[in-house]
């Protein structure tokens, strides 16, 4: 199955601090403010998040650090792929107001997750 590209977030209790640090003193480009998430764009397709971790999706789960997110228009289908092999913990297929997405976690359980963006606007940042 295809992928478009991927994101790299990192879980902070305070993202302010974090955030100054990479659009002020590393000049990455600000991509997308979700609030809770901020994207920069790190070289032409390589991006990297940061996320507000007392208010993320894997906020009760602190082993989980960092979140590696595959961006692929097909989530459904992967989704599918996914649970008909029985990877790790696996969530249900979310449909939410900016994006499809779930949750999965590789053998050394870290988390994974694809996702696509609803907006078209949104998706085109990352082109």
């Known amino acids: 199955m295809k992928t478009d590209y991927a994101i790299t977030f990192f879980y902070y209790e305070d993202i302010a601090p ?3 640090f990479y659009e ?3 000049a990455f480009e600000l ?3 979700q609030g809770l998430a901020r994207i920069y764009r790190v070289a032409p397709h390589s991006y990297f998040g940061i996320v507000d971790g007392n208010r993320g999706h894997l906020r009760h789960q602190p082993e989980s650090a960092a979140l590696f ?3 692929a228009e097909d989530v459904a289908g992967w989704h599918a792929k ?3 092999i029985g ?3 696996l969530t249900e297929l979310q449909r939410g ?3 499809d997405h779930f949750f999965f ?3 050394g359980g870290y988390a994974l997750e694809i996702q696509r963006f609803h907006d078209p606007a949104i998706a085109s940042l990352f082109r």
């Open 24 to 26: 002020d003193t590393l």
């Open 97 to 99: 107001k900016y994006c």
């Open 31 to 33: 991509v997308l403010d």
């Open 105 to 107: 976690r590789d053998p």
């Open 18 to 20: 974090i955030a100054r």
């Open 87 to 89: 990877v790790s913990g």
């Open 82 to 84: 996914l649970k008909a």
């Open 69 to 71: 997110t595959i961006v």
